[in-house]
Structure formats: structure tokens, C-alpha cells
């Protein structure tokens, strides 16, 4: 039964394939389309001047290449579409077996000179080489473009900003009395099919397309455009983790090195290498942004703030370590004046004829050496007897230098440490200010800027 079935089908499709075949040809011939035929490409394909000429357009972003804030460029990869009427083709689909569409090869007909104002390169990528024609006298081409165009871009708020970027399309001869652009699809939705269709954005995360159109005038003539203006927003995390948070660690460093103690040059050494670090990162800034004059990036003000805090703490570094130097200068002084009075102390001990002296040990055990009233001072020297009293005396006399050695320079240690003089307090004292100065400016400054970049 099956068999019976299929015998009758193959008959019944040999029988109707046997009344007409048709081809693509066969239509091309109809319009007498060939490559020398002028009538197709050499003029705007109306039967009337008069007639206008409407070009559709519809423009998809298929992917962010490039946004080069340096140069200024952007490098979109876009989808084209063009759609206009070409007046002198038509045909009957009936007679031709109802084909309604035919592919010719895109230098047979004439073609929209549609061009791209913002372009600074030519696209190098090949041409989709054929268009589409319809009975109706429709064509549409589709086409792949690589566009490098030049956008202004303004990085006052880097690396939180968001772009803008227009594409206008244009005809280079056509005034807006022969030809007029009309966009395909509305703003909202070459948004949504641009979202639908985009393949990679990279660090620019696609906010929106939007159409407007626009007459452009040139002395008493004007021409109609299509602006595409895209909307993306840069993905600031890579720009955060590289620049910003290694400034803000460096500056942590700073403020911490406040705690590391002020002798020897141990601080001063550390800032100056936090230091040197910002300036390698600020090298990074200078390839990232572009020269611009009319107003300053928000991370120009990050970096220059904060290394001029950095600097001016290494200065405020500089002048305590110099009173510091000061102070410990003229302690040394003390010292010196301290150990010549020690020195006469010494011969007016070993002369033993003086009854003024500051340290009363030291004047008892020379009045006990001496012999005169021992005692009210040592009752029980009374017993020992002047034989003794002369040896005794003289190794009392040896342990007293020695003790007064050991305290003389247990006092300098200690003036070293703790003793500090004039220079000494007001170090300290600019210290702390430029320490409370510091961690205000600081906090005050991070608070204004991250607003500014927010808002
Ligand atoms: C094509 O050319 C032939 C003669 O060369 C002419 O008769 C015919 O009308 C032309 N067809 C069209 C559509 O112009
Ligand atoms: C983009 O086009 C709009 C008009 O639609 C215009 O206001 C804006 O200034 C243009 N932007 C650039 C960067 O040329
Ligand atoms: C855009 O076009 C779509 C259909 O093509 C329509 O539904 C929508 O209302 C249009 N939006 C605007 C803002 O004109
Ligand atoms: C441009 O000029 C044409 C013709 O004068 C006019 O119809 C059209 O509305 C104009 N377009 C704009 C955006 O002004």
C-alpha cells in the first residue's frame, strides 16, 4: 500500500515539474541585467527626478573592540543593513514561477554613497558581494563594517565613567531633496536587538543605542544624517585593582610609618621608598590618559593629592629627624661639660680640701679619709684606727669612682632615651599636629573624591 503510494507521487511530481522551470537567470534576463548595462548603476534608479530616494538603515553593535582614550578612538564592530527602491526593476512573481527575491552582485546596480563622518581609517575587511533584490524593486545590502572612528571622550571621571560615542552616516553628493535616511528600527529597539546580538564587550559593559537624525548644512545645501550614538559603560574593576588600590596601600604604608621610631633615618628611608613607588605607578597613568587641557581627571587629583600628602609628610620626616639631631647634639654637649666637671670633681677629691660638693657620699667618704670628725658621720670608724683607715680608705675611694663611672653613664643613657631637650619636645610636639593633620586631610580628601566619582 505504502509502495502504491509513493509510485503515485513520484508520477504526479513528474507530471507537474513537466509544466514550466524557471531560474534566476530567466529574470535577470527579463531586466536585461548584465555587467555593461549602465541604465542599472549609473544613476539614482528613479523614473523621475523628483522622485526622493529613501534609505533605510539599521545599524547593530555586534561587539566593543577598542576604546582608546589616549587617541581618542573607538572601534566598534557594527551590522549594517540598507534598504532603498530601485524604480526600474520590477517583476511579475507569477511569471516566473513566483520568485519574489534574486542575489546580483553588488557592482551591478547602484548603490546609496553612504559614508561614516567619524571614520579615520577605511575598512579593510571584504565586501559581502551580493545584494538582494525583491519583484518589487527592493534592495538591501547587508555589510560587516570594522569601524575605526574618532569619538571625544571625556575621562574627567576615570576609570568610573560612562561614554558616549556617535556614528553618523551620511550621503557624500545626495541632498536631502533627492535622498532621505530613515531609520529602520526606533531607538529602543536597536537597543534591545544590539543586546541580543552582542558578541563581546570586554571592558565596556553596552548601556544603549539611540537614533536621532539630523540636517546637516553646508553653505545653501543640506544633507540628512543618522546619528547612532552608543552608551557604554567602562568596567572599572581591572583599573581599581592596578592603580587605585595600590596608591591607597601605599599611603596606609605612610600613615603607619608614623608609629616607627624617629632616631637613625629608619622612617625617613621608608617614605622616601613609598614614595618612589607612587611615582612608578604614575608612569601607568601617563599611558592610560590623554593630554587634555580643559578639565583635569578626577585620578590626576587622586595622584597628585596624594603624592603631595606623601611629600609633605617625608618633608615633616626631615625636619624631626633634624631637631631630633639637634637635641642629641646639644645633650652630647651636656655630656662633655658634665664630664669636665667630673674631671675637677676628681682632683678636688683627691686633694680632699673642699667642703662644698654636690654629691654627699662621695663628700662623707673624703671627710672619712680625711679623719676630721669621723665620729658623727662613722661611729664605728672610731674604732678602727688611723693604721687601717689610710688602705680602707683608698679602696673605698676606688669603688666610689667606679660607682660614680657606671651612674654617670647610666644617666646618659637614660638622658638619651627619655631626657630630651628643647628641640626634642617640639619634635614631638609637630609629631602629633601633622599626625591629627595628616589623618584628617586624608580621610576629608578620600570622602570628597569617592563622592565626586560617584556621583
Ligand atoms: C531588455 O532589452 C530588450 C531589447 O534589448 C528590450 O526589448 C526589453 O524591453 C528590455 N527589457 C527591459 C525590462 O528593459
Ligand atoms: C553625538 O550626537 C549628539 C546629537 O545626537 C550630539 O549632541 C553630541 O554632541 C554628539 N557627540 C559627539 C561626541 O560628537
Ligand atoms: C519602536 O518600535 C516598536 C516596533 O517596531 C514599537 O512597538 C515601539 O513602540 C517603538 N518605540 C518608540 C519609542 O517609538
Ligand atoms: C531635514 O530637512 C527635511 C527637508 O527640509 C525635513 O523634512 C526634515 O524634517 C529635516 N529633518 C530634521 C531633523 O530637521
Same mark, same amino acid.
Not at 10 to 21: A, E, N
Not at 363 to 371: L, V
Not at 418 to 427: I, L, Q, S
Given at each position: 500500500?505504502?509502495?502504491?503510494?509513493?509510485?503515485?507521487?513520484?508520477?504526479?511530481?513528474?507530471?507537474?515539474?513537466?509544466?514550466? $522551470?524557471?531560474?534566476?537567470?530567466?529574470?535577470?534576463?527579463?531586466?536585461?541585467?548584465?555587467?555593461?548595462?549602465?541604465?542599472?548603476?549609473?544613476?539614482?534608479?528613479?523614473?523621475?527626478? %523628483?522622485?526622493?530616494?529613501?534609505?533605510?538603515?539599521?545599524?547593530?553593535?555586534?561587539?566593543?573592540?577598542?576604546?582608546?582614550?589616549?587617541?581618542?578612538?573607538?572601534?566598534?564592530?557594527?551590522?549594517?543593513?540598507?534598504?532603498?527602491?530601485?524604480?526600474?526593476?520590477?517583476?511579475?512573481?507569477?511569471?516566473?514561477?513566483?520568485?519574489?527575491?534574486?542575489?546580483?552582485?553588488?557592482?551591478?546596480?547602484?548603490?546609496?554613497?553612504?559614508?561614516?563622518?567619524?571614520?579615520?581609517?577605511?575598512?579593510?575587511?571584504?565586501? %559581502?558581494?551580493?545584494?538582494?533584490?525583491?519583484?518589487?524593486?527592493?534592495?538591501?545590502?547587508?555589510?560587516?563594517?570594522?569601524?575605526?572612528?574618532?569619538?571625544?571622550?571625556?575621562?574627567?571621571?576615570?576609570?568610573?565613567?560612562?561614554?558616549?560615542?556617535?556614528?553618523?552616516?551620511?550621503?557624500?553628493?545626495?541632498?536631502?531633496?533627492?535622498?532621505?535616511?530613515?531609520?529602520?528600527? %526606533?531607538?529602543?529597539?536597536?537597543?534591545?536587538?544590539t543586546r541580543e546580538v552582542i558578541k563581546s564587550q570586554g571592558e565596556w559593559e553596552?548601556?544603549?543605542?539611540? $537614533?536621532?537624525?539630523?540636517?546637516?548644512?553646508?553653505?545653501?545645501?543640506?544633507?540628512?544624517?543618522?546619528?547612532?550614538?552608543?552608551?557604554?559603560?567602562?568596567?572599572?574593576?581591572?583599573?581599581?585593582?592596578?592603580?587605585?588600590?595600590?596608591?591607597?596601600?601605599?599611603?596606609?604604608?605612610?600613615?603607619?610609618?608614623?608609629?616607627?621610631?624617629?632616631?637613625?633615618?629608619?622612617?625617613?628611608?621608608?617614605?622616601?621608598?613609598?614614595?618612589?613607588?607612587?611615582?612608578?605607578?604614575?608612569?601607568?597613568?601617563?599611558?592610560?590618559?590623554?593630554?587634555?587641557? %580643559?578639565?583635569?581627571?578626577?585620578?590626576?587629583?587622586?595622584?597628585? $593629592?596624594?603624592?603631595?600628602?606623601?611629600?609633605?609628610?617625608?618633608?615633616?620626616?626631615?625636619?624631626?629627624?633634624?631637631?631630633?639631631?639637634?637635641?642629641?647634639?646639644?645633650?652630647?654637649?651636656?655630656?662633655?661639660?658634665?664630664?669636665?666637671?667630673?674631671?675637677?670633681?676628681?682632683?678636688?677629691?683627691?686633694?680632699?680640701?673642699?667642703?662644698?660638693?654636690?654629691?654627699?657620699?662621695?663628700?662623707?667618704?673624703?671627710?672619712?679619709?680625711?679623719?676630721?670628725?669621723?665620729?658623727?658621720?662613722?661611729?664605728?670608724?672610731?674604732?678602727?684606727?688611723?693604721?687601717?683607715?689610710?688602705?680602707?680608705?683608698?679602696?673605698?675611694?676606688?669603688?666610689?669612682?667606679?660607682?660614680?663611672?657606671?651612674?654617670?653613664?647610666?644617666?646618659?643613657?637614660?638622658?638619651?632615651?627619655?631626657?630630651?631637650?628643647?628641640?626634642?619636645?617640639?619634635?614631638?610636639?609637630?609629631?602629633?599636629?601633622?599626625?591629627?593633620?595628616?589623618?584628617?586631610?586624608?580621610?576629608?580628601?578620600?570622602?570628597?573624591?569617592?563622592?565626586?566619582?560617584?556621583?
Open positions: 500500500m505504502i509502495h502504491v503510494a509513493f509510485l503515485l507521487l513520484i508520477v504526479f511530481t513528474d507530471g507537474s515539474s513537466s509544466k514550466k $522551470v524557471c531560474s534566476y537567470q530567466d529574470v535577470v534576463d527579463y531586466l536585461n541585467l548584465t555587467t555593461d548595462n549602465g541604465a542599472y548603476k549609473l544613476t539614482r534608479p528613479v523614473l523621475d527626478y %523628483n522622485h526622493l530616494t529613501v534609505v533605510k538603515l539599521d545599524i547593530l553593535l555586534y561587539a566593543i573592540l577598542a576604546v582608546i582614550e589616549k587617541t581618542q578612538t573607538f572601534i566598534p564592530f557594527v551590522w549594517a543593513t540598507v534598504m532603498w527602491n530601485n524604480e526600474r526593476i520590477k517583476w511579475d512573481p507569477t511569471q516566473f514561477c513566483g520568485i519574489t527575491h534574486i542575489s546580483v552582485p553588488t557592482e551591478m546596480l547602484w548603490k546609496p554613497d553612504l559614508f561614516i563622518y567619524e571614520m579615520i581609517q577605511k575598512d579593510d575587511s571584504p565586501l %559581502n558581494p551580493y545584494m538582494l533584490v525583491s519583484y518589487e524593486g527592493e534592495v538591501s545590502s547587508e555589510q560587516d563594517i570594522r569601524v575605526v572612528s574618532t569619538c571625544r571622550m571625556d575621562v574627567h571621571k576615570f576609570p568610573f565613567d560612562t561614554q558616549r560615542c556617535n556614528i553618523t552616516i551620511g550621503s557624500a553628493v545626495h541632498t536631502v531633496n533627492e535622498m532621505r535616511l530613515s531609520p529602520f528600527s %526606533n531607538s529602543s529597539r536597536a537597543t534591545q536587538f553596552f548601556l544603549q543605542l539611540c $537614533v536621532t537624525s539630523n540636517n546637516f548644512t553646508y553653505g545653501n545645501r543640506q544633507w540628512e544624517q543618522l546619528i547612532y550614538t552608543f552608551t557604554m559603560k567602562r568596567r572599572p574593576l581591572l583599573h581599581v585593582i592596578n592603580f587605585l588600590l595600590p596608591i591607597l596601600f601605599f599611603l596606609t604604608l605612610d600613615i603607619a610609618s608614623f608609629f616607627i621610631a624617629d632616631h637613625r633615618g629608619e622612617k625617613l628611608g621608608f617614605k622616601v621608598t613609598v614614595l618612589l613607588a607612587i611615582s612608578v605607578l604614575l608612569l601607568i597613568l601617563n599611558d592610560i590618559l590623554p593630554s587634555m587641557s %580643559n578639565k583635569t581627571p578626577l585620578i590626576a587629583t587622586y595622584c597628585i $593629592v596624594i603624592f603631595a600628602l606623601m611629600l609633605l609628610s617625608l618633608l615633616e620626616t626631615i625636619l624631626v629627624t633634624y631637631l631630633m639631631e639637634k637635641d642629641s647634639a646639644s645633650s652630647e654637649k651636656l655630656r662633655l661639660r658634665d664630664e669636665l666637671e667630673d674631671k675637677q670633681e676628681k682632683v678636688k677629691i683627691n686633694n680632699c680640701n673642699t667642703v662644698e660638693k654636690r654629691r654627699t657620699c662621695c663628700s662623707c667618704i673624703c671627710k672619712a679619709s680625711d679623719g676630721e670628725k669621723q665620729h658623727e658621720l662613722l661611729p664605728v670608724a672610731e674604732e678602727v684606727n688611723n693604721s687601717i683607715q689610710s688602705r680602707e680608705s683608698r679602696v673605698l675611694l676606688l669603688i666610689l669612682e667606679e660607682l660614680k663611672e657606671l651612674q654617670k653613664t647610666l644617666n646618659l643613657q637614660l638622658s638619651c632615651r627619655h631626657e630630651v631637650g628643647k628641640f626634642g619636645h617640639w619634635a614631638t610636639r609637630i609629631n602629633r599636629a601633622f599626625f591629627i593633620f595628616y589623618i584628617t586631610t586624608v580621610s576629608l580628601f578620600l570622602c570628597l573624591i569617592f563622592i565626586e566619582w560617584n556621583s
